[in-house]
């Protein structure tokens, strides 16, 4: 009977029509419509219970109804073909989903007005009587999401209707499909290949085809019910348009044994602690016995005295509890359930507001942003739970206050599901509820081939840059296969204390004494030497277990296992001694106790350095695209993307091998061993000569990049932020960090480099005084304290890994183009103004010699092929051999003309100057 009325009730509705009452448009009884958006054609449609905005393909989904709400003018509920209703959100103010009833906490979150629009007789907008605001989507492609925020101007809220077509048959079949009692399957089940009078042929697929195949056979869980998805696919062809209909159906497939409501329970207890191949393990006091591992720093702690409780404390770093894979076939099975546990972070905790911080994740991936493919998480950030098929960014549903989790005491947090309804408590008083969380774990989590999520953890995100739960304590973390009463948590049941009690009884042993420590381990670390490790040269015997008692497990750990491994065993390096630490950790019953001891590892024989000048590529020494150092090390550096090595001068002026680095992204790669003398460097000198072609763009060498010099841990520092030291000619500046551009030290001449002509940039340390030297004169000076050797140096490697000539360490930065660089050192110590202008680096010299060079098969004229001559002497530089006629200019190194009233003898102050006699030109130094 039902049926034919439900028929009826199509055909009396196939007639469309539009009537003009209080509004323009009044949808008819009845009859399902297409509503359109006018600014892009498209039709509002569902994603699950997502509403949105998608292509028109005549999809049932995408077929409504306007329900009249009795005494209100104009007022629908907008329901699905389905059955689904258009509503608001409880939980937020804009967001929109489908559910299978109007929200029965309050009704004006389904209640939809069509108002008139200007614009034509057949345009409305959707206002929502619970906020008084506007549907609109936020874009036009496929699948764009609709809220419930928008102004009455959005032009992505008007809309049309046009009457859907129904596809009768279809209809019939989709309706009397059915596979009966599927709420406790233990046999197999009988999956019709056909349905309805017109015999629609059925196509079936299954969420989790271990449990339960396309033919219909079942296989039972062994210890959890399982929730599988059966989707029947029925098509049929009315005037030429196919139209498909899917129907879901849930079938609870019961296990074979049948387990406790009280899924786990980690209280910590003293004899379900054990050790096994170095690790902690824990097992959980329920009868499932689920067995999980304490990670990193986290460890157990005993806190107490007259009552001791053992609970799990996180550590600073990236500590965390691994529950195991077997917990995530229980996850799988949920529907109503709960999960809660007591909580302590430490009021030093100043990570708290960042994203992460979860108390538990029971996920299907470690990485949510990759894999997208579900997760549940409980997080401290804002005292939530929220549960997605996909990640934060589709599919998630959730429930909390959005206020952080309290600190410096003990806390309750517990999270129920009852049917559709989700709620928070904290200290036993609800503080959060979502009417309409459709996302249960039975159904939301599940992936095919998977029979639980993998990755369950206490204290660690399944987002990997997230922050880690630190400095917190966490005790009695539960998992039930029911949902837990406002009795059930305040009152207590089964075994279990109420909240109150319990926190009361936390908080009073915390008191008595916070870190209860077994007297064995303390006198075992506080009696373990490892002798004399000031000059290490050979390997280390390491216990891995007490001398006094054997019970306690040390295990080991090193700050550069390149140095000494957790073994002991060690590598002595080149050229330095080095420092290290090596970590013991004595564990008995979870317990943990630290201690470190510092050693030093002596260099290799014969490596060490025995002079000052540690690096000089001159690039005199090449073999295809190797350079070797003409140092007393010989490093190896190699060119790189088209770099390469010219000879310039002549006979007469002499040869020059130089870097020629190109005019795109060529370097020069010293290799990472040059990077070893880096780790060592207190006071030291670095510099090179360098030509920037005149070609150069003012606005390119002004870019950020342009380094001479670059040593870095990283190539990416963006990304990875760990220090370098850089010389760049954007600003003849010198900087170091120790991570990025934000904790620099820099000393600057604050000018570009000079173009056309040789030039010399060089920088010393003495102590902390910085001082950057431009053709051996000096032009800045400042107070730095960042040291190579004391901001560079990383515990895990030997030195910085990226030395190059001609490359940023920022990767965004312009390489150093169209320019030549020869005679690159590095030296360890400061040399002083008489050894950079003339015994060690002669930069005056050696400038005219390079120029002369270069000038020597250039268009450039140079003055000592003049016929002027140019001399300094006391009173200043001379110029000889000028007519009336000559025009003479004078520049500083940061090209600003000065001011001459003299011609022949020209007064200036000490420096170096560029001289300019028409079209001829000489550098000059003044002392």
């Known amino acids: 009977m039902k049926k034919t009325f439900y028929l009826i009730a199509f055909c009396i509705s196939w007639v469309f029509s539009l009537q003009t009452q209080a509004a323009n448009v009044i949808p008819q009884a009845g009859v399902f419509y297409n509503i359109v958006q006018t600014s892009s054609n498209m039709v509002i449609g569902a994603l699950n219970v997502q509403p949105c905005v998608q292509t028109a393909s005549n999809a049932l989904n995408q077929a409504f109804a306007f329900v009249p709400v009795d005494g209100k003018p104009d007022t629908y509920y907008i329901k699905?073909?389905?059955?689904?209703?258009?509503?608001?959100?409880?939980?937020?103010?804009?967001?929109?989903?489908?559910?299978?009833?109007?929200?029965?906490?309050?009704?004006?979150?389904?209640?939809?007005?069509?108002?008139?629009?200007?614009?034509?007789?057949?345009?409305?907008?959707?206002?929502?009587?619970?906020?008084s605001k506007y549907m609109a989507s936020d874009g036009t492609t496929t699948n764009s999401n609709l809220y419930c925020d928008?102004?009455?101007?959005?032009?992505?809220?008007?809309?049309?209707?046009?009457?859907?077509?129904?596809?009768?048959?279809?209809?019939?079949?989709?309706?009397?499909?059915?596979?009966?009692?599927?709420?406790?399957?233990?046999?197999?089940?009988?999956?019709?290949?056909?349905?309805?009078?017109?015999?629609i042929p059925v196509s079936w697929t299954s969420s989790l085809p271990l449990v339960i195949t396309t033919d219909g056979t079942v296989t039972q869980p062994a210890q959890y019910d399982a929730t599988v998805k059966l989707t029947a696919t029925m098509s049929d062809v009315v005037n030429g348009v196919t139209f498909t209909l899917t129907k879901d159906f849930l079938v609870t497939v019961k296990a074979k044994t049948v387990v406790d409501d009280l899924i786990a329970n980690w209280d910590f207890e003293q004899d379900s602690i054990y050790i096994e191949n170095g690790e902690t393990k824990v097992k959980s006091s329920s009868t499932t016995g689920f067995i999980g591992t304490i990670k990193n720093e986290a460890s157990i702690r005993t806190i107490g005295t007259s009552s001791k409780y053992n609970v799990l404390y996180t550590g600073n770093g990236t500590g965390y509890f691994d529950m195991g894979s077997e917990i995530g076939k229980a996850i799988y099975s949920l529907t109503n359930y709960s999960m809660a546990g007591y909580f302590r972070i430490d009021a030093d905790n100043i990570d708290l507001n960042s994203n992460g911080n979860f108390i538990w994740a029971f996920s299907n991936t470690a990485d949510a942003p990759t894999d997208k493919n579900g997760y549940i998480i409980g997080s401290l950030k804002n005292q939530s739970q929220n549960v997605t098929s996909g990640y934060w960014a589709t599919g998630d549903q959730g429930v909390g206050p959005n206020v952080n989790a309290a600190k410096d005491g003990w806390h309750h947090i517990a999270f129920t599901q009852e049917g559709i309804v989700a709620t928070i408590y904290v200290d036993g008083v609800q503080v959060a509820q979502n009417t309409g969380m459709t996302n249960l774990p039975s159904t939301t989590l599940p992936v095919a081939g998977k029979t639980g999520t993998l990755f369950n953890w206490l204290g660690r995100s399944c987002y990997p840059l997230d922050v880690y739960l630190k400095k917190t304590m966490i005790y009695g973390f539960q998992l039930l296969k029911t949902p837990l009463s406002f009795q059930d948590i305040n009152l207590g049941y089964g075994k279990f204390d109420g909240v109150a009690t319990t926190i009361e009884k936390l908080n009073a042993a915390y008191a008595e004494n916070p870190n209860y420590l077994l007297p064995e381990l303390i006198t075992e670390a506080d009696n373990l030497s490892l002798g004399d490790l000031t000059a290490v040269t050979s390997n280390i015997t390491l216990p891995a277990k007490g001398s006094i008692d054997p019970s306690i497990a040390i295990s080991w750990k090193s700050s550069n296992d390149s140095l000494i491994t957790s073994a002991g065993v060690v590598k002595r390096p080149d050229f330095y001694n080095y420092n290290d630490s090596l970590y013991a950790t004595f564990s008995k019953n979870g317990q943990k106790v630290f201690k470190s001891f510092g050693a030093t590892v002596i260099a290799k024989p014969n490596t060490a350095f025995t002079g000052a000048n540690l690096v000089k590529f001159d690039f005199t020494s090449v073999t295809d695209s190797t350079v070797t150092d003409r140092a007393e090390k010989h490093f190896k550096g190699t060119l790189k993307n088209n770099a390469s090595v010219i000879s310039i001068g002549t006979t007469e002026t002499g040869i020059y091998n130089v870097l020629n680095l190109g005019d795109s992204i060529g370097y020069f790669d010293m290799g990472p061993e040059v990077g070893k003398t880096m780790y060592n460097l207190t006071d030291f000198t670095v510099g090179a000569y360098y030509r920037i072609n005149t070609a150069y763009p003012d606005l390119q060498l002004a870019s950020n990049g342009n380094f001479l010099w670059n040593f870095s841990n990283s190539k990416d520092i963006l990304s990875t932020a760990t220090g370098y030291l850089i010389g760049s000619l954007k600003n003849q500046a010198v900087t170091i960090s120790p991570n990025n551009w934000t904790t620099?030290?820099?000393?600057?001449?604050?000018?570009?480099?000079?173009?056309?002509?040789?030039?010399?940039m060089a920088y010393t340390q003495s102590g902390t005084n910085g001082t950057v030297y431009v053709d051996g004169m000096i032009a800045a000076t400042g107070t730095v304290t960042q040291l190579p050797a004391n901001t560079l140096n990383k515990q895990a490697g030997f030195g910085t890994a990226y030395n190059w000539i001609g490359r940023s360490c920022y990767t965004g930065d312009v390489y150093l183009r169209k320019t030549l660089v020869y005679d690159f050192r590095l030296y360890n110590k400061p040399l002083t103004d008489a050894e950079i202008q003339t015994t060690e680096l002669n930069v005056g010299t050696t400038i005219n010699k390079l120029d002369?060079?270069?000038?020597?098969?250039?268009?450039?004229?140079?003055?000592?092929?003049?016929?002027?001559?140019?001399?300094?002497?006391?009173?200043?530089?001379?110029?000889?051999g000028l007519s009336q006629t000559d025009k003479v200019a004078l520049y500083d190194i940061a090209g600003r003309q000065i001011k001459i009233s003299n011609m022949t003898l020209i007064k200036t102050n000490p420096g170096v100057y560029i001289l300019k006699i028409n079209n001829y030109i000489i550098k000059v130094l003044v002392k």
């Open 744 to 760: 620099e030290q820099t000393v600057a001449f604050a000018s570009p480099a000079l173009k056309e002509g040789w030039h010399h």
């Open 150 to 199: 928008k102004a009455i101007d959005n032009v992505r809220g008007l809309f049309t209707l046009v009457q859907a077509i129904i596809p009768l048959n279809l209809v019939d079949a989709f309706n009397v499909l059915t596979l009966g009692n599927i709420s406790a399957v233990t046999s197999n089940l009988t999956l019709p290949a056909v349905s309805g009078t017109a015999n």
């Open 852 to 880: 002369a060079a270069y000038n020597a098969a250039s268009a450039v004229n140079s003055v000592k092929d003049s016929p002027y001559k140019v001399a300094v002497t006391a009173d200043g530089i001379n110029v000889m």
């Open 80 to 131: 699905s073909f389905f059955g689904m209703y258009l509503n608001k959100t409880a939980n937020n103010s804009w967001n929109l989903i489908y559910l299978t009833a109007p929200d029965p906490s309050n009704v004006l979150n389904a209640e939809w007005v069509i108002t008139d629009d200007a614009s034509s007789t057949t345009v409305f907008r959707l206002l929502l009587n619970a906020n």
